[in-house]
């Protein structure tokens, strides 16, 4: 996987690139921007370019021994610190043992690169600790902190960093690659696309999982008014959060149907559900749809805010039902 393989990301990668032509290199690096829009993927191909034995134009071979270690996260000079859970933060341990590895020289590469996943998580302990690393940066290795949004990390580490912006690449684009690289059928490219937001990475891992399926039995429950179908107790808060934002565009997407009008409709999400759509907006009153919406928002805002998600989504599923009625 390459620098060729990431897209949407042109601008930030020729700002790294660049760096490395004219050999003025920052000491560390934040990627910010969207989940599943490419961020880990440009720091490790980064790795890569910055070690390999035989980059030409700033690409990494994929060939030599370096670039083969450091797809393989097997490189003793490359680190990629990832949360244990999702959703979790890189602990103090493995900061403080980032921070005095950091000191050493390294074992074959030319530059020791540590990769710092989910950075705005760092607990503050955590982060003062990094603070201290800046600002005594070691001259053969490079951070780079990867987080959603500048404002979750401390502005000391910040200003002592270069920001590079990381975007979602969109939803027709998204689409257009899904059908055209990725072999999927033009509706549920577009489905995909539009519940993954336009982040290439979320959507194609949506692919892989049975994330389809599940939401085509969420849809369909959801079409019969039965509301949260499935066993609460098994399922994780991520996992919660993806069936609100499901609920979330079909509900979105029987409202735009209801205020257009119309029988066919253009710009759906569940572009290919329309007929089940139609049907419920036919059926639904205006005001009810609205509230709908607003109990689930308002339920993904619960969850953000760490409430019992299994009480929070009881309490949801009892005020729609009441409503959709
Ligand atoms: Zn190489």
């Known amino acids: ?20 032509r004219q050999d003025r290199l920052s000491h560390a690096y934040i990627f910010w921007g969207p989940e599943g829009v490419g961020k880990k993927m440009t720091a490790l191909n980064f790795a890569k370019m910055l070690n390999c034995q035989d980059a030409r ?3 990494p071979c994929e060939e030599c021994a370096s670039c083969k270690k450091i797809n393989s996260f097997n490189h003793p000079d490359v680190f990629l610190f990832s949360p244990d859970k999702e959703g979790s933060s890189v602990g103090i341990e493995k900061i403080r043992a980032l921070i005095k590895d950091i000191g050493l020289k390294p074992y074959e590469a030319k530059k020791k690169i540590y990769i710092v996943d989910n950075a705005q998580a760092l607990t503050r302990e955590a982060a003062n600790a990094f603070l201290k690393t800046l600002e005594e940066p070691p001259t053969d290795a490079l951070l780079i902190l990867i987080a959603p949004e500048l404002r979750d990390l401390l502005p000391t580490i910040v200003s002592r960093s270069q920001a590079v912006k990381f975007y979602a690449l969109g939803v027709n684009e998204t689409a257009r690659i ?7 059928d033009e509706p549920q490219a577009k489905a995909l696309a539009h519940l993954s937001s336009g982040r290439m990475g979320v959507a194609l891992k ?5 994330f389809l ?8 429950s959801l079409a019969r008014n039965e509301f949260f179908d499935s066993d609460f107790d098994a399922v994780s808060k991520p996992e919660l959060k993806a069936y609100l934002d499901i609920a979330l565009t079909w509900y979105r997407d029987i409202l735009i149907t209801k205020a257009s009008g119309a029988d066919a409709v253009f710009g759906l999400v569940n572009i290919d559900k329309s007929d089940a759509i139609i049907k419920e907006a036919k059926r639904l009153k205006f005001s009810r749809i609205e509230e709908i919406i607003k109990q689930i928002i308002l339920t993904g805002s619960f969850l953000d805010s760490n409430a019992n998600p299994k ?8 005020a729609a039902l009441e409503n959709a009625r």
């Open 206 to 210: 949506y692919k892989e999982g049975d």
């Open 311 to 318: 009480l929070t989504i009881a309490v949801l599923g009892l």
């Open 1 to 20: 996987m390459s620098f060729k393989d990431i897209r949407g990301q042109d601008r930030a990668i020729a700002i790294l690139k660049n760096a490395a």
């Open 213 to 220: 399926k599940k939401r085509n039995r969420i849809v369909d």
């Open 178 to 184: 899904l059908v055209k690289e990725h072999k999927i």
């Open 57 to 59: 134009d700033e690409e």
